[in-house]
């Protein structure tokens, strides 16, 4: 059932934003909240990733929401430019590339729709597909939340989770019942959607990747080579991905 203070915004007339990665879980929340909400109340935004973002990302997303408003936002520096200017991959503690690639860009486009769109009176529900399911931090995060630090100039900011209790296997069964097929990663043995080398991938995952992206592989692996600092670590200490898919990566061309 939807929750009581659901009911209540979409009644208000709230703006619903899809925080949409293209991943499965995206994917999934998507079709659930076209069941849920009025159409002329939701959005999709859409953080796109140059250098890291898997191929087709943008279209899988634009492929599958209808005839809903699309914003594709991206920030001024690359996932590369950052990882260049402080040394270092993110990590599960310091997850640079969330806050400035996604979440950053994503709130200042919903500011400025919220402008453009007087009617919605500065009302925003904006709506994530984490689950609780993928790990104890996600399964600690609290699905319905007012958002202060948002909440100013005229708005008033909610921070929803709608599938936060979902199972994988409710997942994909939203996305098979919806007529849709999850991105073709998936279907190449992903178990996730985000960055191709994401800090938070597991080994399987990693190798996966490595196959299909040869050239970004190439790229982290020069990376963390020059920076002597590695993308994942096992049991606290550094390990650098060849060493974790078991993949040599071809050196990259000489620059001209």
Known sequence: M????????ITRGALFVINHSGGKDSQAMTSY??????ADQLIVIHAHLPEVEWSGTALHVQNNIGALPYIE???KKTFFDMVEHRGMWPSPAYRQCTSDLKRGPIEVAIRGYLKCHPEFGGLIVNCMGLRA???PARSNQVAFRFNKRNSKAGRE??????????LVDRVFTEIAQSG??????????????????????????????????PSLY????????????????????PVGLEAVTGIAANPLPLAA
């Open 157 to 166: 900011w909610y921070d929803w989770l709608p599938i936060h209790n979902w």
């Open 73 to 75: 936002v991206a920030a």
């Open 180 to 213: 849709q097929v999850p991105h073709w990663a998936y279907s190449r043995g992903m178990s996730r959607l985000s960055c191709c080398f994401c800090i938070m991938s597991n080994k399987a995952d990693l190798i996966t990747a490595a196959r299909h992206n």
């Open 2 to 9: 939807t929750p009581t203070q659901i009911e209540a915004l």
């Open 218 to 237: 190439a790229r982290v692996v020069e990376t963390e080579k020059r920076m002597g600092h590695t993308l994942q670590t096992k049991n606290g200490e």
């Open 133 to 135: 399911e993928e790990s």
């Open 33 to 38: 909240l076209r069941r849920t909400v009025p």
